[in-house]
């Protein structure tokens, strides 16, 4: 048992944590009275899937599925709703939202939980921008329901009534970090490994001779860009490079970059939003390259979900957003640590 999740079922630690659970409450509640004035329909997806989700760095738990015919078949807790709610907009769904369980592996921090709430909502027809104002639209209204008049977390505060800063990536390295990204990237968006760790040894930072572009991006993005995000407003980060937007399609004006924005509250990610891919062909591509890199960085793979790959083919366009519940429940109650909005910890 972690010293996080100990003894929370003791009632001098429940009566501690109590108040920041029944703001947890009352915050769902208020999110879900949102979508439904929005002509937003609620839906549930199934948590065991035949695929968590394909990205490098995300990592799940595996169980098997017995049939009648006492045959195991592998599946997963999924990562995230993703895969089943872009079905659900295949099927002809057109504003779909939901408030899903989900589970990942290798993550347990003050803002991270093995088992989590993934908020997710769907626009079909709609563009990524207008997500932008969803997210703006949802911190007034969480800050509302905590009776906040600023967000605190970690010595940074935000006014969750501003405008959130809108800021690409290309410029967040330029102001933080000093390095022209986009140079670093061929017009295909690939990325030139030597050209950013040049960039970065010039920036100050450690470069390791195994570091890939990808490894360099991350490192840069972690240490010198996210402390600066979220503070005095939200930030939304947007306009990633497209190696790093997996599941996003590429802007109209330039294919180095994605459609992809994340939404920053002192210093922590809250969100992550796409202009989703429905190109199936592509998105294969994408799917191969990230389970060969997983393979080569931590010796597994997860399998295609040929069913997602079927459906989108006939998702209209659309766009979609990731948001952390708890973490928005952590600014809206002022917890410090996940586990104080959490009902039931894992332990």
Same mark, same amino acid.
């Given at each position: +048992?972690? !010293?996080?999740?100990?003894?929370?079922?003791?009632?001098?630690?429940?009566?501690?944590?109590?108040?920041?659970?029944?703001?947890?409450?009352?915050?769902?509640?208020?999110?879900?009275?949102?979508?439904?004035?929005?002509?937003?329909?609620?839906?549930? #997806?199934?948590?065991?899937?035949?695929?968590?989700?394909n990205e490098t760095h995300l990592?799940?738990?595996?169980?098997?599925?017995?049939?009648?015919?006492? =045959?195991?078949?592998?599946?997963?807790?999924?990562? @995230?709703?993703?895969?089943?709610?872009?079905?659900?907009?295949?099927?002809?769904?057109?504003r779909i939202f939901t408030a /899903?369980?989900?589970?990942?592996?290798?993550?347990?921090?003050?803002?991270?939980?093995?088992?989590?709430? +993934?908020?997710? %909502?769907?626009?079909?027809?709609?563009?990524?921008?207008?997500?932008?104002?969803?997210?703006?639209?949802?911190?007034?209204?969480?800050?509302? #329901?905590?009776?906040?008049?600023?967000?605190?977390?970690?010595?940074?505060?935000? !006014?969750?009534?501003?405008?959130?800063?809108?800021?690409?990536?290309?410029?967040?390295?330029?102001?933080?970090?000093?390095? !022209?990204?986009?140079?670093?990237?061929?017009?295909?968006?690939?990325?030139?490994?030597?050209?950013?760790?040049?960039?970065?040894?010039?920036?100050?930072?450690?470069?390791? /001779?195994?570091?890939?572009? @990808?490894?360099?991006? @991350?490192?840069?993005?972690?240490?010198?860009?996210?402390?600066?995000?979220?503070?005095?407003?939200? #930030?939304?980060?947007?306009?990633?490079? @497209?190696?790093?937007?997996?599941?996003?399609?590429?802007?109209?004006?330039?294919? &180095? =970059?994605?459609? &992809?924005?994340?939404?920053?509250?002192?210093?922590?990610?809250?969100?992550?939003?796409?202009?989703?891919?429905?190109?199936?062909?592509?998105?294969?591509?994408?799917?191969?390259?990230? +389970?060969?890199?997983?393979?080569?960085?931590?010796?597994?793979?997860?399998?295609?979900?040929?069913?997602?790959?079927?459906?989108?083919?006939?998702?209209?366009?659309?766009?979609?957003?990731?948001?952390?519940?708890?973490?928005?429940?952590?600014? /809206? #109650?002022?917890?410090?640590?996940?586990?104080?909005?959490? %009902?039931?910890?894992?332990?």
């Open positions: +048992m972690t !010293d996080q999740s100990a003894a929370w079922w003791r009632p001098s630690a429940h009566e501690d944590r109590r108040p920041f659970l029944l703001g947890r409450n009352r915050l769902m509640a208020a999110l879900r009275a949102f979508f439904a004035a929005r002509d937003f329909v609620e839906v549930d #997806t199934a948590i065991l899937q035949v695929s968590p989700g990592h799940a738990f595996a169980t098997d599925l017995i049939g009648p015919d006492l =045959v195991p078949h592998r599946r997963f807790l999924h990562t @995230s709703p993703e895969f089943a709610c872009k079905k659900l907009l295949a099927a002809g769904e057109r /899903a369980r989900v589970f990942r592996n290798r993550e347990r921090t003050a803002t991270h939980h093995p088992e989590f709430t +993934m908020l997710e %909502w769907y626009r079909a027809g709609e563009r990524y921008e207008t997500l932008m104002a969803d997210c703006a639209a949802l911190l007034a209204l969480a800050a509302e #329901t905590g009776g906040r008049r600023l967000f605190s977390h970690g010595g940074l505060t935000a !006014d969750p009534h501003a405008e959130p800063e809108r800021l690409t990536v290309a410029e967040a390295f330029a102001r933080f970090a000093g390095i !022209d990204l986009l140079a670093t990237l061929d017009e295909d968006g690939a990325g030139d490994r030597d050209a950013l760790a040049a960039a970065a040894r010039q920036a100050g930072l450690r470069v390791a /001779a195994d570091d890939t572009w @990808s490894d360099l991006y @991350s490192g840069i993005l972690v240490q010198s860009i996210e402390p600066h995000l979220g503070q005095g407003r939200a #930030t939304i980060l947007y306009e990633y490079p @497209s190696a790093e937007a997996a599941l996003a399609r590429r802007t109209a004006h330039d294919p &180095r =970059v994605a459609e &992809r924005f994340e939404l920053y509250v002192c210093g922590v990610e809250l969100a992550n939003a796409f202009g989703e891919l429905t190109d199936a062909a592509e998105q294969r591509r994408r799917f191969e390259a990230e +389970m060969a890199e997983k393979q080569r960085i931590y010796g597994e793979r997860y399998p295609i979900d040929e069913d997602f790959l079927a459906a989108l083919a006939i998702m209209p366009e659309a766009s979609g957003i990731a948001l952390g519940f708890e973490r928005l429940a952590m600014l /809206a #109650t002022g917890a410090s640590r996940i586990e104080q909005v959490v %009902w039931t910890p894992v332990a």
